[in-house]
């Protein structure tokens, strides 16, 4: 399980900032130790637990990047045509049956070992071919369209570091230098489940004042998107000692128990009481909007094992999604041993005007159109409510505005995330 202290998160101020989030977790929290060997069929997603050390050189030999005729470049004219005989033909898959002589050429294939003696290849569509001569242009350099061996990756060099989540062109890479599995560490264990007595499940009967259970949905998809093992624990209800049970017993055989709503300071919140009793909640506010009311602490299995980080995010849906992007991500990048992927925000131009409070980090739900002039431009949603799902599935991303910013006007340059940056 999880190697973690009751004060791992902890932060002495009253706004915990999106940046020291990554920070505290980078600095205090340890990954998971487990690792398992898979083959490459069932690596993808996973995160690679040694450095993938090249056996080989790739290309393991050099090799034509085109179909055409390899020669000897000393034999070039440097200002006229060259006749060259053209002496044997190699296809991908088999080698030349003898060297490139003095005034020779021989007819390749993309992919094909070079054969000796050769060093430079011409395209077909440049050449002439009369009888068995080919007519070669001057001016090619020396080395033109040959693959050296090694030039994508030497043997004995790291190809993929530890920590690297293996996406498709990973996987491919280790498959390129003859691997047939890679270590990786194991998936993280995720309990989840909702909390309130105003949410039902979908498809059950509802009460007039319920809405239906979106959050686990939306939080159980974005987990399992980082690799997580998700255990769905269904919904609670608003009862401290029913909470706390709860909460306690998926702190055995889990690294993360994560939860939406009940969080902040009103009477019928009480998923911080709960955790209190049982664990120590280190912080409960982030300076970000939406989604500023975020737990985040440390409880102890029952069983006297390693205990499980908890995460307790909002109940409305945009700033349950916000706050998972930016600090539950991380966690569980962090526990899965990834590599830290940073979120880059893209140069946009606004075309809204907006203000904000100075000192928090807030998202603005935008849709991207190109302009006249050619430029990217982000537009406002019109609705800036939490709760408004359409705000996401109606949008192209998230506006990024730091801590220091106070206003935006029309045509200002700002910092764009796209969902897909967000939730891959």
Known sequence: MAQLSDDCFAFGGPLLPVDEIERLLAERVAPVAETERLNLSAVAGRVLAADLV???????FDNSAVDGFAVRHADLAAADETRLMVIDRVTAGRAAAQPVGRGEAVRIFT?????????????????RVEGGAVI????????????LAGEDVRAGT????AGRRLAPQH?????ALGRVDLDVRRRIRVALFSTGDEIVEPGAPRPQPAL???????LAELAGRLGAEVTDLGILPDDPHTLAQAISGAAAGHDVVLTSGGVSTGEADHVRTAVERIGRLVFWRVAIKPGRPVAMGVVPAPDGGNGAAFVGLPGNPVAAFITF???VRPLLLRLSGALPEPTIALPVRAGFAYRKKLGRREYVRVTLTRAPDGMLEANKFPQDGAGVITSLTQTDGLVELPEQTTAVEPGATIGFLPYVALIG
Request: aromatic share 4%; net charge positive.
């Open 54 to 60: 090249a056996p080989v050189d790739l290309p393991p």
């Open 212 to 218: 239906y259970d979106a959050n686990r949905r939306l």
């Open 158 to 161: 790291v190809a993929l570091p």
């Open 136 to 147: 070669v242009p001057p001016g090619l350099k020396l080395g033109a369209n040959r693959r």
């Open 111 to 127: 992919g094909a070992p070079m054969p000796p003696g050769g060093d430079t290849v011409f395209m077909q569509e440049d050449v």
């Open 171 to 175: 996987v491919a890479l280790a498959a």
């Open 325 to 327: 992007v930016r600090v």
